[in-house]
């Protein structure tokens, strides 16, 4: 899940190490001259700008392919000490030796700062996930890796073969500590490796990514849709790794409201047998709400109420069911079972 996030970073510190290898490797030994030189003594004058075509990089690490780069042009601008690049791309390779590869349209280096900054139909890829975005910023001195506009992001997990995808107009990942974080507009999907397993659409303000965790947590005006249930809270959480334990699957917290459409067995018009049937929702709140999703089943928690027809049902646990109406009660001094 969102392996970009560690592994994207890998691509931004090899990249900065490829442009400055390319400029002292290009200019010192591929021109025969000691352009550092050069770049000193003429840092002040604003007219002085080195320009190299078509540059291509290759390195080995350890007698394995460690890095390549591919630039169409690099102009150096001595004055505001600046590696401007057009139609960078390349591939880096992690330990294993899995290519991981990038591409944009532009970029720019700044040597005083260590700040590397893509524009324009950025990508990061590898066999796993895939992020696109507008722009996309790293700030080293805080290790902090900044996409900016359109964030499409694609991932399979590991160990499930689940697949993710977030849409977002911002998003920040901190690659030492294996964490990120999207903001505005998101929505995302998660699709379960065996189709019949019902998957879980959302949609926040915010979510946040733990990866050592293998939990996302979801913040401000949250949405999970699952097979026929809709629910609505303030806040709520997604255990990546639980889909096949007894554990809960996902969470959500604060104002919680859950529709869930039941199959009807009377018609919208009787003349028509195999026409549509008429709506019948089952609507319950509570403060809390656990979803167990192997088991198929909701647990709703902190003062749940709810509401099917012309019955309400209150208790201290009410326990709901997917495409069935029963529903299990506990008020604390005794439990029972509603099934119609």
Request: hydrophobic content about 40%.
């Amino acid at each position: 899940m969102f392996i970009f996030f560690s592994r994207s970073i890998f691509v931004l510190f090899a990249f900065y190490v490829i442009l400055i290898l390319v400029i002292c490797f290009s200019l010192k030994n591929n021109l025969g001259i000691n352009h550092s030189v050069i770049i000193d003594e003429y840092k002040d004058d604003s007219s002085v700008i080195s320009e190299f075509n078509q540059v291509d990089y290759y390195s080995k690490k350890n007698d394995k392919p460690y890095i390549y780069l591919n630039a169409r042009t690099l102009l150096m601008n001595h004055t505001d000490n600046l590696l401007n690049i057009q139609l960078p791309s390349g591939n880096t390779f992690s330990n294993d030796n899995t290519p991981v590869s990038y591409q944009a349209n532009s970029g720019m280096l700044n040597l005083s700062s260590k700040d590397l900054t893509l524009i324009g139909d950025v990508i990061v890829w590898d066999n796993l996930s895939e992020l696109k975005s507008d722009k996309l910023i790293y700030i080293q001195n805080k290790d902090l890796a900044i996409f900016e506009g359109n964030i499409r992001s694609h991932s399979v997990s590991e160990k499930s073969g689940d697949q993710i995808f977030i849409n977002a107009l911002k998003a920040f990942a901190w690659p030492s500590k294996k964490e990120g974080e999207y903001v505005g507009h998101v929505t995302g999907e998660i699709i379960r490796a065996k189709r019949y397993e019902p998957g879980i659409n959302f949609r926040t303000d915010q979510l946040k990514a733990y990866l050592n965790k293998s939990y996302i947590e979801l913040n401000n005006n949250v949405y999970i849709k699952r097979d026929n249930m809709e629910a609505f809270a303030m806040k709520g959480e997604i255990f990546l790794e639980n889909y096949n334990k007894k554990l809960k699957y996902y969470v959500l917290f604060d104002d919680v409201k859950v529709v869930q459409h039941l199959l009807s067995k009377e018609l919208l018009d009787p003349q028509k047998p195999d026409g549509p049937k008429k709506p019948n929702d089952r609507i319950a709140y509570s403060e809390k709400l656990e979803g167990f999703a192997k088991e198929a089943k909701i647990v709703l928690t902190g003062y749940p109420k709810v509401i099917h027809e012309q019955d309400v049902v209150k208790g201290n646990k009410i326990t709901f069911f997917e495409n069935t109406e029963m529903i299990e009660v506990d008020d604390s001094t005794s439990s029972f079972i509603i099934s119609k």
